[in-house]
């Protein structure tokens, strides 16, 4: 009895299998050399800083901690980060929708500038920035004078730490949503267009259903990077205690006055705020990834 011949494609399958599977294979000291170098580079520069920063801040016992975080410059720090997250995420949660749905969704002239004033504050330094804000509105630049002629004050004070955490902000929800609008294309859109649904209409019930998970992201990262947020916050703030420093501003003060246990005991709120903010974004992800 004659054996089956195997079909030609099937063949083929197999021996482009076999032969990925031969580019891949390696040695087991390679795959191991390979694991402990990403391990250790994990552990080097990620956990070992985060176990550094909660040793010391908890070296002096539970009462120093909790007294250098209810102290009042503690307490306004946090107030005013909070506050700048809240005004900063909103508002560029807004405009992140509206320059995606613009991008992805429309031909218009100047579409390649806004995408790259939307790439903006990733290539220039947050200390130019703030640098920048303080020329236009300090009270010697551009518009200074004229705003305090109306008694509006920008550069040292919450008007002007909020305006350089926008700018920091500006391209993470719009950069998460545009790719994704991309690959999805107009045709949903288009559909519900001719069976009579208006703009706001498509917006609400088809477009946003359809990118909610890489919107939620985007906040999330958003909210990471302005509450962070160091250089240009730094520039325009003036670092006057209990009124214009954020947090990662009243970590540097107190480092500087060499009052260290205080210091770190204030930077482990921010480094449970990265924490948190790296399980929201595999909780993201993991429920992206589920739903498609």
Do not use: C
């Not at 002096?60 to 306004?76: H, I, N, Q, R, V």
């Not at 002239?109 to 004033?117: E, N, P, S």
């Not at 804000?133 to 008007?159: D, Q």
């Not at 204030?266 to 399980?279: E, G, H, K, P």
């Amino acid at each position: 009895m004659s054996a089956a011949i195997p079909h030609p494609r099937a063949a083929s399958d197999k021996a482009a299998q076999l032969e990925s599977r031969a580019a891949t294979r390696e040695s087991r000291a390679v795959k191991y050399v390979i694991l402990t170098l990403a391990l250790g580079f994990f552990a080097v520069f990620l956990l070992l800083p985060l176990f550094v920063v909660f040793a010391e801040a908890l070296s002096k016992g539970w009462s120093t901690y909790l007294t250098a975080l209810a102290e009042p410059d503690a307490l306004s720090a946090v107030r005013l980060t909070l506050l700048a997250a809240l005004i900063a995420v909103p508002l560029n949660l807004v405009f992140g929708v509206a320059a995606a749905w613009a991008v992805t969704r429309f031909d218009f002239r100047g579409k390649q500038w806004l995408i790259t004033l939307i790439d903006l504050p990733f290539s220039v330094s947050p200390v130019v920035a703030g640098l920048v804000f303080v020329l236009v509105f300090g009270n010697h630049g551009w518009l200074g004078s004229w705003l305090a002629e109306y008694g509006l004050k920008v550069i040292f004070s919450v008007p002007g730490i909020v305006l350089a955490t926008l700018f920091v902000t500006v391209p993470f929800v719009a950069r998460e949503l545009i790719p994704l609008l991309e690959a999805q294309g107009r045709e949903e859109e288009e559909a519900a267009v001719v069976l009579g649904a208006r703009g706001w209409q498509v917006l609400w019930h088809v477009t946003l259903p359809n990118v909610r998970w890489a919107l939620l992201y985007g906040i999330i990262l958003s909210n990471a990077r302005a509450m962070g947020e160091f250089g240009a916050v730094s520039v325009v703030s003036g670092h006057i205690r209990g009124e214009t420093n954020t947090l990662p501003l009243h970590v540097e003060i107190l480092y500087n006055e060499y009052n260290f246990a205080a210091a770190f005991a204030v930077a482990s709120l921010l480094a449970m705020l990265a924490l948190i903010t790296l399980a929201l974004k595999s909780w993201v992800e993991w429920r992206s990834v589920k739903e498609n």
